[in-house]
């Protein structure tokens, strides 16, 4: 459900965020944004738009040349190293790159997200074999990542976004190498952590299958700049400005 | 609990992930130790010998004509005025005559030929058990030698210094060979850690992106120093021990082990060994993990 901007506070804050790569080359510039918490987020924009330097920006591993950043009210910018480090248990991060290690399961893979939090291994198992049914891999959890299809990965990678149930999850490029049926599975993934866990969504995508049919908030990124997605109802934009 | 149990658990893959490396590093860090603990421990006997050698120390005037009972005080006041001595004891020749037939014990008929006027009488000096400066000592017998009818004197200092510089040479040897530890064991540790986190590289990145914190990533890798200090500090003990047994087993009876009592590091001395092993291979994995990790 789209929530009401009026009544909840940001889960994220961008405040006149400037991104600037040297020598000079300006992936974003003077962004503000508020995302509520338990909202799904759809950031669309073609290639190079900064989509990916905006989700690295949220999780601290880029920081801002200019302006301020807040997750749950906190500047993170202000935030230690081991804080910074808690705050990553949170947030889920599925990479458009996937990031998984080839040589290991695909338990294993989705496993150290939840390691990293001292989990049981009971807990684990129990939670892996949730979400490999959610995103129809379960016959796959033995399997070394290496050995399965770019689509497979990139579902591997999300479950392990997924893993700790986050209160963020950021998703990069979702559904790039999916085909519908499993971009299905996707979304009814992202729908269940959203209505189950209270789980704030941040899908950054060019894919329009996924947010074409959305009643939720899709912005657009245009060479470092945000804008309500064209297509979208007036009330984003008011979303946007509030 | 969940928390050691992953930090025991990660140490162990860590270990599996690089078990070639790992039993060389260990391999090394038993032989620093054993050649570190080898030298250290002739050195340790050779100074306890050192100090009961001196314990027993005693200067011995012989004399061309016995002292006359009267005159005695008058030689004693003049020695202790030299220096303080513990006690001083004249001998006659009836009684160097007699010590030699007792200790003779069986074989004392060989005496019999001989009458008992024929060993020179003497003076015993024994000095004070502080008395270890070779050069005191040989001042010492500079001054017995000049006392009324000294003939001769003995003071074994010759022999002492023999000794003194043996036990310098071996001080020089231990020092080196606990530099050489000291670096050995810094070094492999590191360089070993080097290659962990480099073979590790992509999963430390991945950790880091999921949140995993500094304990996370660091301890077992702390822990692998001190589990390869450990092992390699007690299996190089081990073996000295080992050898130990088997030298004074395979050379007992009359000998230079049995001159010299040896003995191994009492167990105080062989906890300290062990934990400088260990101490040195955490301060080699700290090394490491400071130049090689940031998180």
């Not at chain 1, 959305?214 to 064209?230: F, I, Q």
């Not at chain 2, 047994?245 to 062990?274: C, H, K, M, V, Y």
Request: net charge neutral.
């Amino acid at each position: 459900m789209p929530r009401d901007a009026s009544t909840d506070k940001p889960l994220v804050e961008l405040v006149n965020v400037t991104k600037i790569y040297p020598p000079d080359i300006v992936a974003l510039e003077d962004v503000s944004l508020r995302i509520y918490k338990g909202e799904i987020f759809f950031l669309t924009g073609m290639s190079g738009a900064g989509k990916t330097t905006l989700i690295k920006l949220i999780c601290r591993l880029e920081t801002p040349t200019r302006g301020l950043i807040e997750v749950a009210g906190r500047d993170i910018s202000r935030i230690s190293p081991a804080g910074i480090q808690r705050m990553r248990q949170k947030i889920g991060i599925a990479y458009q790159e996937f990031r998984l290690l080839e040589k290991q399961t695909v338990l294993q893979n989705i496993a150290m997200a939840m390691e990293v939090t001292y989990a049981s291994t009971k807990a684990i198992h129990a939670r892996v074999d949730e979400l490999l049914a959610l995103l129809n891999l379960s016959d796959k959890r033995d399997k070394r990542t290496g050995e399965l299809s770019r689509g497979e990965q990139q579902r591997v990678a999300l479950a392990r976004a997924a893993a700790n149930g986050p209160s963020l999850l950021l998703a990069d490029e979702p559904t790039g190498n999916l085909d519908p049926a499993a971009t299905e599975l996707v979304i009814n993934l992202f729908r269940h952590l959203n209505e189950k866990n209270g789980s704030t969504i941040v899908v950054a995508t060019h894919d329009k299958s996924i947010y074409a049919e959305t009643e939720h908030r899709v912005m657009d990124l245009h060479n470092g700049h945000l804008s309500a997605h064209p297509n979208r109802a007036p009330r984003q934009i008011e979303l946007f400005e509030a | 609990m969940h928390f050691l149990a992953y930090i025991v658990r990660q140490t162990g893959k860590n270990l599996r992930q690089t078990w070639g490396t790992q039993v060389m590093t260990l391999l090394t860090v038993t032989l620093s130790v054993l050649l570190f603990a080898f030298f250290f421990l002739i050195y340790n006997n050779m100074l306890r010998a050192s100090a009961r050698l001196g314990d027993d120390l005693r200067l011995i005037v012989y004399l061309d004509q016995e002292i006359p009972e009267q005159n005695r005080p008058e030689i004693e006041k003049k020695i202790h005025e030299f220096g303080p001595v513990e006690k001083i004891v004249f001998v006659s020749r009836a009684e160097a005559f007699s010590r030699l037939r007792a200790q003779l014990d069986k074989e004392k008929d060989v005496l019999n030929d001989l009458g008992p006027d024929f060993l020179p009488p003497s003076i015993e000096v024994y000095p004070l058990k502080n008395l270890h400066d070779l050069t005191k000592i040989s001042q010492f017998s500079d001054f017995l030698l000049t006392l009324p009818h000294a003939a001769k004197v003995q003071s074994g200092s010759d022999w002492l210094r023999r000794f003194g510089d043996f036990t310098n040479l071996l001080q020089v040897v231990v020092l080196l060979s606990g530099v050489l530890l000291i670096i050995s064991m810094t070094f492999i540790i590191s360089y070993t850690l080097r290659l962990t986190v480099v073979s590790r590289q992509g999963e430390l990145e991945i950790l880091r992106l999921l949140g995993a914190t500094s304990a996370y990533i660091r301890l077992p890798l702390l822990l692998e120093g001190m589990l390869q200090g450990f092992l390699g500090s007690s299996l190089g003990l081990g073996a000295l021990y080992f050898l130990y047994q088997w030298t004074t087993s395979r050379f007992s009876g009359p000998g230079f082990l049995n001159l010299f009592d040896f003995a191994f590091f009492p167990p105080e001395l062989t906890a300290a060994i062990l934990l400088a092993g260990v101490a040195l291979c955490t301060g080699g994995s700290l090394f490491s993990i400071r130049r090689f990790i940031s998180i």
